[in-house]
């Protein structure tokens, strides 16, 4: 990891930090690959049971950096639009889609502004706290650009196909207590520190549950969306084959039986 972001493991929490306060955590290519990495990374380690995801300063994040972004040289004599898409493919449709597709649970504090592709980057965790200070902005049509970072695909499945026309095509912001009450985040708080402590809390009360089914429900969860029942219920009886199998399956049986908190491991 590089000096603008950092990435560590403590308690089953892989922690992931912006940490570029002076841009508002403006996404650079350099950061931007890792934090791709780092996301990879919580994936394929065991000792990652839950991911956290937050930014230092006064913003979570503003998006990309447009001195860093491909879309800053349109225009330009030597500009080839193909390259639009092929940086977007590598770079923040990669970041948005491991973390929905991540078979752990992932949650974010967001504070401040969450703009565009930063936006994204919370909305795409499981669980996201905000404050009084958070501000969710779309600006891709002030640009002329079209909405981008996975945001057609999780905006109407998380506030409805309506209310994402107007946060795409008007450019409407949220704040943090509207994006409760429209169902955008979890848990709304009053200050920045009461957001991320909420939030590193539940992160590490996740990371002591039965990962392994807990990543199975998120997934059928997400692929509900594009399932028939028939396929959904094909999928539900192969996910749970699979957790019957796990230790942790047994394990909360014997606690339950024998009246105490379950001790699970992930495994």
């Not at 690959?33 to 919580?42: E, P, Q, T, V």
């Not at 409760?180 to 009461?194: F, I, K, P, S």
Request: glycine content about 10%; proline content about 3%.
């Amino acid at each position: 990891m590089t000096e603008e972001l950092h990435f560590d493991i403590s308690g089953g929490v892989g922690t992931i930090t912006l940490n570029r306060p002076e841009a508002a955590n403006a996404l650079t290519v350099a950061m931007r690959d890792d934090l791709i990495d780092a996301i990879r990374a919580c994936r394929n380690d065991e000792l990652v049971r839950c991911v956290l995801i937050k930014g230092t300063g006064d913003s979570f994040c503003s998006g990309m950096d447009l001195r860093d972004s491909t879309v800053a040289q349109a225009g330009k004599a030597d500009f080839d639009p193909r390259s639009t898409s092929q940086a977007l493919r590598v770079g923040v449709q990669t970041f948005v889609s491991e973390l929905w597709e991540l078979d752990k649970p992932s949650v974010a504090a967001v504070q401040g502004h969450a703009i565009g592709p930063g936006a994204h980057l919370g909305l795409a965790c499981d669980f996201v706290f905000v404050s009084d200070s958070t501000k969710f902005r779309w600006s891709f049509a002030k640009w002329g650009l079209v909405v981008d970072a996975g945001g057609a695909y999780l905006l109407p499945r998380l506030v409805g196909l309506p209310r994402a026309r107007q946060l795409v095509l008007l450019g409407e912001g949220i704040n943090g207590n509207q994006a409760v009450e429209e169902g955008l985040v979890h848990r709304h708080t009053q200050n920045d520190a009461d957001a991320l402590s909420s939030a590193t809390e539940l992160a590490a009360s996740l990371a002591e549950g039965p990962t392994r089914s807990l990543g199975l429900s998120k997934q059928l969860l997400n692929k509900s969306f594009e399932s028939t029942l028939a396929d959904s219920l094909a999928l539900e009886g192969h996910f749970q084959a699979l957790a019957t199998a796990s230790s942790d399956m047994a394990e909360g049986m014997r606690a339950f039986a024998e009246k105490r908190p379950p001790d699970f491991t992930g495994h």
